[in-house]
């Protein structure tokens, strides 16, 4: 018997519109979850694998707490170059440990991959439906604004490399609204899985 591969739902939406609250929703339904943002704070964090690659190309931005997220931050989003520089080091090792969850979890009907960057990278061909987490462009900003050492001008140098929100929206198979209740979001995150177990939704 041909085993099916899981169904690959891509989780993406720009910043603060609630990617990570709508990931935990999902695997409180018991759905497997890539979190590609975790597993970069993994990836730079104490310890973290990828710290000599990037104190090699940025100098200064790691120690004993792994990277100076905030010094590399202002180094990068305002640098197209050295985010690319950061980027070509970070997500080839993300790609990897992307992998291998797929393979840990072949035999799951349904898998979640969050990926923040998933439209703006390309990502969306690897997955075969997209769900976007969006929010009303004052509700986001408020969020982000009320973050410890985040700027206005931080914000908008990282909207700004982001794919709109509206195209998102366009692009996406489901839009999950995040300027609701928790309660809204919980629901339509169980009607988008009840959607995806039928056959008809694969
Ligand atoms: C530069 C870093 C250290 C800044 O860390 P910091 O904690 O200040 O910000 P954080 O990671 O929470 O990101 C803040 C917001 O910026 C967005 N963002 C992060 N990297 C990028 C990028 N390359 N392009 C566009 N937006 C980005 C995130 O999705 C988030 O919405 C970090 O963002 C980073 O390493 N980015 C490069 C790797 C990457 O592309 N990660 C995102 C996808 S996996
Ligand atoms: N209905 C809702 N659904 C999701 N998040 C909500 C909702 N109502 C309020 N929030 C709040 O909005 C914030 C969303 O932040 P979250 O970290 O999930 O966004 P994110 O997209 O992962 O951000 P980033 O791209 O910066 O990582 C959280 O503080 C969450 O509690």
Same mark, same amino acid.
């Given at each position: ?11 993406? =939406?720009?910043? =603060? ?5 709508? !990931? ?46 905030? $010094? ?6 305002? *640098? ?12 080839? $090792?993300? $790609? ?9 979890? #072949?035999? !799951?009907?349904?898998?979640?991959? *969050? ?7 390309? =990502?969306? #061909?690897?997955? &075969? ?19 410890? =050492? ?6 908008? !140098? ?11 929206? $366009?692009? #996406? &198979? ?19 899985? #009840? ?8």
């Amino acid at each position: 018997m041909t085993s099916l591969a899981p169904l690959k739902l891509g989780l993406t =939406g720009s910043i =603060g519109m609630g990617k990570s609250t709508v !990931a935990a929703m999902f695997a409180a339904e018991g759905v497997p979850v890539f979190d590609a943002d975790a597993e970069v704070h993994r990836l730079q964090g104490p310890d973290g694998a990828l710290l000599p690659a990037i104190e090699a190309a940025f100098p200064g931005m790691t120690g004993g707490q792994g990277v100076d997220r905030a $010094a590399l931050g202002a180094r990068v989003f305002s *640098d197209a170059a050295a985010l690319e520089a950061l980027e070509a080091i970070v997500h080839p $090792a993300v $790609a990897a440990l992307r992998e291998a969850f797929l393979t840990r979890h #072949a035999a !799951a009907p349904l898998v979640v991959l *969050d990926i923040p960057l998933l439209f703006e990278r390309s =990502g969306s #061909a690897q997955v &075969d439906r997209v769900a976007v987490v969006s929010a009303a462009p004052a509700v986001q900003r408020a969020r982000v604004l009320a973050r410890p =050492g985040m700027t206005t001008e931080k914000f908008e !140098a990282i909207v700004g490399k982001q794919l709109p929100d509206s195209e998102k929206r $366009a692009r #996406a &198979d489901f839009v999950i609204p995040t300027d609701v209740p928790l309660e809204t979001t919980r629901a339509e995150v169980a009607r988008v899985i #009840a959607c995806l177990r039928t056959p008809i939704g694969r």
